[in-house]
């Protein structure tokens, strides 16, 4: 039986996949999705500061035309 590169490929990529090997705890999974909004709630607070400095003109990151 002969194998091309792509049906190697498919197979160590079976034999490595990433499986869980027990079930998430409720209180885990909690603790990751708070991860993540505090992760998203810094980048949208960063990113409303920086729209709201550049919409009064007080950016001194960005050089831009008037």
């Known amino acids: 039986m002969s194998f091309t590169s792509n049906d190697r490929n498919e197979e160590l990529f079976k034999i ?15 603790i990751h999705k708070n991860i993540w909004k505090k992760k998203a709630y810094w980048v949208v607070l960063k990113a409303f500061s920086l729209a709201k400095s550049l919409s009064t003109g007080n950016s001194k990151f960005f050089l831009y035309d008037k």
């Open 16 to 30: 490595f996949m990433a499986v869980p090997k027990k079930r998430t705890s409720i209180s885990k999974k909690k």
